[in-house]
């Protein structure tokens, strides 16, 4: 891929030779994680050349958009709504932030207790790595916590950034705040594409948008099933995609891979045979972030759900399609967000009840609750979803860990124990 597109890395002024070694790491990395399982479906090569061309056709397609006039604005959260971008003929994409690339780099401007996500943003900005921060005519940050939000101030002397105020509470009074902050968005994406959202374009994107979710949801339907047709780290990977990839492409390839599952589930064939059912619960994991579930998938379990911004809460929910003007898509989409339950929120007893009725719904062993250290919302919620799970018969251990490979023989220790005790 390298040679292809160097002119196109070199006019968004990456470092060639830095981006040159993370591509071959990644390459690697990802053969091994990947490539190395065995029966896997054939709708996964579409996921697996997706991937071989994150950094290469994919930004092409993003240049060659904003050449004809479209703008891409990029996205490190699920608060932003996207169906306001897509509404006006932009383009929404996630933005690099699963690796450790770029933390030298990042720690002259930010504390080293800063976490590994937000190091992970700075960092490939600042040295150069990530092509799609690169293509970005507008980058949203909002306030789910302290660090991003102070963190945004920074990045802003290196990006054109936007920040949405996100509510840290449910009730009226938060309701009216996100409304207001939906409206400032949707201001904002006008003036900057020069394009009005009227209500016909509008229901166009959360009909696009909507689409998508559902294709997912399908896609989690079906992985429930016993045996377990499809890896934690296979479906991880679709999640991880749908950030990047043209959302109508996307759902059709996703639907035709749930076609191929459903087939499988109508025959009986599992990929783990014998593997204990555990659940994910946490901070997201960007790509590519893999490692956690490599490691449980390789301690003789399986991930059959993910409780997180890249998983479920991403999908659980759909706008409401039934509004009939403007004003009423807008509330549909309002209220659709705050319905997430990130951990920013308090009291947050909604994603305590999420979590359980999915490890019941699932029928898994146990659950393991993933957190980025000095993550605090996750790590302090870890608590109550620890009592939550015991009330409800579930164990749960909570593993804190950052992008780095130092940790891998510990927490695979500590993986295989907790796997053992629920087997």
């Known amino acids: 891929?390298?040679?292809?597109?160097?002119?196109?890395?070199?006019?968004?002024?990456?470092?060639?030779?830095?981006?040159?070694?993370?591509?071959?790491?990644?390459?690697?990395?990802?053969?091994?994680?990947?490539?190395?399982?065995?029966?896997?479906?054939?709708?996964?090569?579409?996921?697996?050349?997706?991937?071989?061309?994150?950094?290469?056709l994919r930004i092409q397609e993003l240049q060659e958009a904003r050449a004809n006039g479209r703008k891409v604005i990029g996205t490190f959260c699920v608060f932003v709504p996207e169906e306001i971008v897509w509404a006006a003929d932009a383009?929404?994409?996630?933005?690099?932030?699963?690796?450790?690339?770029?933390?030298?780099?990042?720690?002259?401007?930010?504390?080293?207790?800063?976490?590994?996500?937000?190091?992970?943003?700075?960092?490939?900005?600042?040295?150069?790595?990530?092509?799609?921060?690169?293509?970005?005519?507008?980058?949203?940050?909002?306030?789910?916590?302290?660090?991003?939000?102070?963190?945004?101030?920074?990045?802003?002397?290196?990006?054109?950034?936007?920040?949405?105020?996100?509510?840290?509470?449910?009730?009226?009074?938060?309701?009216?705040?996100?409304?207001?902050?939906?409206?400032?968005?949707?201001?904002?994406?006008?003036?900057?594409?020069?394009?009005?959202?009227?209500?016909?374009?509008?229901?166009?994107?959360?009909?696009?948008?909507?689409?998508?979710?559902?294709?997912l949801q399908r896609l989690n339907r079906l992985r429930a099933a016993h045996p377990v047709p499809i890896s934690g780290r296979d479906v991880l990977l679709i999640n991880q995609v749908s950030f990047y990839d043209d959302p109508k492409r996307f759902t059709q390839k996703i639907e035709e891979l749930c076609d191929e599952l459903e087939d499988k589930v109508r025959r009986g064939e599992g990929v783990a045979d014998g593997a204990v059912r555990l659940m994910l619960s946490g901070c997201p994991m960007a790509i590519p972030n893999w490692k956690l579930p490599y490691i449980i998938e390789s301690s003789g379990a399986v991930v059959v759900g993910e409780e997180s911004c890249i998983g479920s809460r991403n999908t659980r929910d759909l706008v409401d399609e039934s509004a009939s003007n403007l004003d009423e898509l807008l509330d549909a989409i309002v209220d659709r967000y705050m319905k997430i339950d990130c951990a920013c929120f308090t009291p947050n007893a909604e994603r305590l009840e999420h979590i359980v009725d999915m490890a019941r719904e699932l029928n898994v062993k146990g659950v393991i609750h993933y957190g980025l250290s000095f993550c605090q919302p996750y790590a302090m919620e870890s608590f109550k979803v620890e009592?939550?799970?015991?009330?409800?018969?579930?164990?749960?251990?909570?593993?804190?860990?950052?992008?780095?490979?130092?940790?891998?023989?510990?927490?695979?220790?500590?993986?295989?124990a907790f796997v053992e005790m629920v087997r």
Not at 1 to 16: I, Q, V
Request: proline share 2%.
């Open 1 to 56: 891929m390298t040679g292809r597109y160097e002119a196109m890395w070199e006019r968004l002024n990456l470092d060639l030779d830095a981006h040159a070694s993370l591509l071959e790491v990644l390459g690697k990395f990802y053969g091994d994680i990947y490539m190395s399982q065995q029966g896997r479906l054939r709708g996964m090569e579409y996921l697996d050349f997706v991937l071989s061309e994150i950094h290469g």
């Open 91 to 215: 383009i929404q994409v996630g933005l690099c932030a699963g690796a450790e690339a770029g933390t030298e780099a990042a720690e002259k401007i930010l504390p080293r207790n800063t976490c590994a996500l937000i190091k992970s943003f700075v960092g490939f900005k600042l040295a150069r790595l990530c092509p799609f921060i690169e293509s970005c005519d507008m980058v949203v940050g909002e306030t789910t916590c302290d660090g991003k939000k102070k963190a945004y101030e920074i990045f802003s002397d290196y990006a054109p950034v936007y920040v949405m105020e996100i509510p840290q509470m449910k009730c009226a009074a938060d309701r009216a705040l996100w409304k207001a902050e939906v409206l400032r968005f949707k201001q904002a994406v006008e003036d900057l594409t020069g394009r009005s959202i009227t209500a016909e374009r509008l229901r166009e994107a959360v009909v696009l948008i909507n689409q998508r979710r559902r294709a």
């Open 387 to 416: 009592k939550a799970l015991q009330e409800a018969g579930f164990p749960m251990v909570a593993i804190e860990t950052d992008y780095s490979m130092e940790d891998v023989e510990q927490l695979k220790t500590r993986v295989e």
